[in-house]
């Protein structure tokens, strides 16, 4: 498997966590430090890492809020995870809804609504984390859950930010929420599985399931030309699963995460999740 990544989260917004965000406290640099060296044990090759308003961006210093860390704290996270031979990935999610707050991060901009400001200075929040992670291929945009946009505009989003990175020598990736259409998700995997049609292919699609297994999205992915990753659920069994099928359908990652804050009191627990990773060696694919 070409990319096997964690998903680290410095920070992160949704309707669990906006709950909790007036409690929430700064992350902590030593547990990320340690999670980073337990990857390299456990044979990772890559560290995406949910930023958003966990750092101080100098160019947007409202968007700090009182669980905010020096930039330089991410300089020191992203410095150790290249020395364990680790690709880092920055994460930020530019998903618009009102349900699920994902670019709440973003406030007061968020409200913009991707007219040319919104775009000035989301390519200033990127540009930042460009030069302070230096990733090597990838960034992630989240794009999930996206409740406000209508098709033609979630897929003008998207490539917005595949061009302005592809510019950047990065591609963009995104994750596709067509596995979950129960609710009030319905929509999202509507709008995801109508996006397929018109995105470029050299978006990384990621593929979050984690209550089933349903190797035919893998399958239609690639059939449709996509690099697709798959970020499974925490059942070991569930997880193998996927590996083994991405192996088999040329998939090209497997994304492990666990959705709590970087701090002392989840350690065990993030720990164990990082030891999760599937260590049979890659097979041909079909």
Same mark, same amino acid.
């Given at each position: ?18 709950? /909790? ?64 031979? +680790? ?29 040319? %400001? ?15 992670? /230096? *990733?090597?291929?990838?960034?992630? #945009?989240?794009?999930? %859950? ?8 979630? #897929? ?16 963009? #990736? ?12 319905? #929509? ?56 083994? %099928? +991405? ?13 709590? *804050? ?14 999760? +990773? ?9």
């Amino acid at each position: 498997m070409p990319v096997r990544a964690y998903l680290l989260h410095l920070t992160h917004y949704d309707p669990a966590w906006w709950k /909790r965000k007036a409690r929430e406290r700064r992350f902590s640099l030593r547990l990320a430090l340690e999670a980073v060296d337990a990857m390299a044990a456990a044979g990772y090759t890559t560290l995406v890492v949910d930023c958003e308003d966990a750092v101080r961006y100098r160019s947007h210093p409202e968007l700090a809020r009182p669980y905010t860390a020096p930039m330089r704290d991410l300089a020191v996270l992203a410095r150790r995870a290249r020395q364990r031979g +680790l690709d880092v990935v920055p994460k930020v999610n530019f998903s618009q809804s009102h349900w699920h707050f994902h670019n709440h991060w973003f406030r007061p901009h968020h409200l913009l609504f991707d007219n040319a %400001e919104y775009w000035r200075r989301a390519l200033r929040i990127i540009d930042e984390l460009i030069r302070v992670c /230096r *990733p090597r291929r990838y960034f992630h #945009v989240g794009m999930d %859950e996206d409740h406000e946009r209508s098709t033609p505009q979630y #897929v003008r989003a998207i490539r917005t930010l595949r061009d302005e990175l592809r510019r950047r020598g990065l591609k963009v #990736v995104i994750w596709n929420d067509t596995a979950d259409a129960t609710g009030r998700r319905w #929509v999202h995997a509507e709008k995801s599985l109508r996006a397929e049609a018109d995105l470029p292919r050299d978006v990384v699609q990621v593929l979050w399931d984690y209550d089933r297994f349903q190797p035919e999205i893998l399958r239609r992915l690639r059939r449709r030309g996509f690099e697709v990753w798959a970020a499974p659920g925490r059942d070991p069994a569930q997880i193998a699963l996927w590996h083994d %099928e +991405l192996r088999r359908v040329g998939g090209r990652g497997l994304l492990i995460t666990l959705w709590v *804050p970087c701090r002392p009191r989840n350690r065990k627990r993030i720990l164990d999740r990082i030891r999760q +990773l599937p260590t049979s060696p890659p097979a041909p694919a079909r």
